[in-house]
């Protein structure tokens, strides 16, 4: 069995954790591991910690290496701690890359350079680099709406033939198309991730291994639900949760995602809704309309699943 198949981490529900954060500001550290906690108990597969949702790019490196650390003695071998790595620099990144490794992490999520939007070479570059500073299984971030930068299915082939520890790529481009043109050019080569919350059930159909959530961190068993049913279910009984889910999912779609799902996550008694600038907590309007769809998909909760 080659290295880069033994074992996975990128496979199930992998939730992008928020980091919930003090009425000075610092992070709320027990808080973090309680809400931890709960996912795992609630049978998610991995968590990811310092992502976009978990406002790493607001997170010092020091931050960022503690909320590892947090995590790595009391979550389950089960469930493995990924660090997400996002810098302005590739030293940075590559160091973050390093740093997650001895705090314990069981995997790398790999962001493109904040900020700048290089061409293809200089992106493969810093790929290249922080990916080759650890011995840890990395998975690619592609977000070209948040990040500017466009990794095709082409690019990672000729990231993954230069990486044999790049094994996987979260998709966030929003075109489900992506996931099975990355299967057709590198078969199980790379496994891939969908990273919309909205366009969930289309990637588990596509051929994608692992889910990395965001309204997980309020709905951590309802998303395990989902994920499977769209995994194995026939599609009539996965679009009947799904279709339940899609007005509280389509928020991790939006420019406040942040800020919404951290809000419905501690409405469902997680976490903390306060964010770090430049985001502000939403105004009186925003988050009426946001509890309005929290009650709403409350009040009418899915039916229970019928027996085979």
Same mark, same amino acid.
């Given at each position: 069995?080659?290295?880069?198949?033994?074992?996975?981490?990128?496979?199930?529900?992998?939730?992008?954790?928020?980091?919930?954060?003090?009425?000075?500001?610092?992070?709320?550290?027990?808080?973090?591991?309680?809400?931890?906690?709960?996912?795992?108990?609630?049978?998610?597969?991995?968590?990811?910690?310092?992502?976009?949702?978990?406002?790493?790019?607001?997170?010092?490196? $020091?931050?960022? @290496? &503690?909320?590892?650390?947090?995590? !790595?003695?009391? +979550?389950?071998?089960?469930? *493995?701690?990924?660090?997400?790595?996002?810098?302005?620099?590739?030293?940075?990144?590559?160091?973050?890359?390093?740093?997650?490794?001895?705090?314990?992490?069981?995997?790398?999520?790999?962001?493109?350079?904040?900020?700048?939007?290089?061409?293809?070479?200089?992106?493969?570059?810093?790929?290249?680099?922080?990916?080759?500073?650890?011995?840890?299984?990395?998975?690619?971030?592609?977000?070209?709406?948040?990040?500017?930068?466009?990794?095709?299915?082409?690019?990672?082939?000729?990231?993954?033939?230069?990486?044999?520890?790049?094994?996987?790529?979260?998709?966030?481009?929003?075109?489900?198309?992506?996931?099975?043109?990355?299967?057709?050019?590198?078969?199980?080569?790379?496994?891939?991730?969908?990273?919309?919350?909205?366009?969930?059930? $289309?990637?588990? @159909? &596509?051929?994608?291994?692992?889910? !990395?959530?965001? +309204?997980?961190?309020?709905? *951590?068993?309802?998303?395990?639900?989902?994920?499977?049913?769209?995994?194995?279910?026939?599609?009539?009984?996965?679009?009947?949760?799904?279709?339940?889910?899609?007005?509280?999912?389509?928020?991790?779609?939006?420019?406040?995602?942040?800020?919404?799902?951290?809000?419905?996550?501690?409405?469902?008694?997680?976490?903390?809704?306060?964010?770090?600038?430049?985001?502000?907590?939403?105004?009186?309007?925003?988050?009426?309309?946001?509890?309005?769809?929290?009650?709403?998909?409350?009040?009418?909760?899915?039916?229970?699943?019928?027996?085979?």
């Amino acid at each position: 069995m080659s290295p880069s198949r033994a074992p996975s981490v990128w496979s199930g529900v992998l939730v992008a954790i928020t980091t919930p954060f003090g009425p000075d500001g610092s992070i709320d550290h027990a808080e973090f591991v309680r809400h931890a906690r709960w996912l795992a108990a609630s049978g998610v597969d991995g968590i990811v910690v310092a992502g976009s949702l978990g406002e790493g790019g607001s997170l010092s490196a $020091e931050e960022r @290496r &503690a909320l590892v650390a947090d995590l !790595v003695p009391v +979550l389950p071998a089960t469930v *493995p701690v990924v660090a997400a790595v996002g810098a302005t620099t590739t030293a940075a990144a590559a160091l973050q890359a390093r740093e997650a490794q001895a705090a314990g992490a069981r995997g790398l999520l790999v962001l493109p350079p904040y900020v700048y939007r290089g061409d293809r070479r200089e992106v493969h570059a810093h790929f290249a680099s922080v990916v080759r500073a650890t011995d840890l299984p990395c998975m690619l971030y592609n977000n070209p709406v948040a990040y500017g930068t466009d990794v095709a299915p082409e690019d990672v082939r000729a990231l993954a033939d230069d990486l044999p520890n790049l094994t996987g790529v979260k998709e966030s481009s929003g075109d489900v198309r992506r996931i099975t043109a990355l299967r057709a050019l590198l078969g199980d080569r790379i496994e891939v991730a969908v990273g919309l919350d909205d366009a969930v059930l $289309e990637g588990a @159909r &596509a051929g994608a291994t692992s889910w !990395v959530a965001g +309204l997980a961190n309020g709905f *951590p068993a309802e998303s395990v639900a989902l994920w499977a049913a769209g995994r194995r279910d026939p599609p009539a009984r996965a679009f009947e949760l799904y279709r339940w889910f899609l007005p509280l999912l389509r928020m991790d779609t939006g420019p406040k995602f942040v800020q919404e799902i951290k809000l419905v996550t501690a409405d469902r008694g997680y976490g903390s809704p306060r964010v770090r600038p430049p985001r502000l907590e939403l105004t009186d309007a925003e988050r009426d309309a946001t509890r309005a769809i929290l009650r709403d998909r409350l009040k009418h909760p899915p039916r229970p699943r019928r027996a085979a």
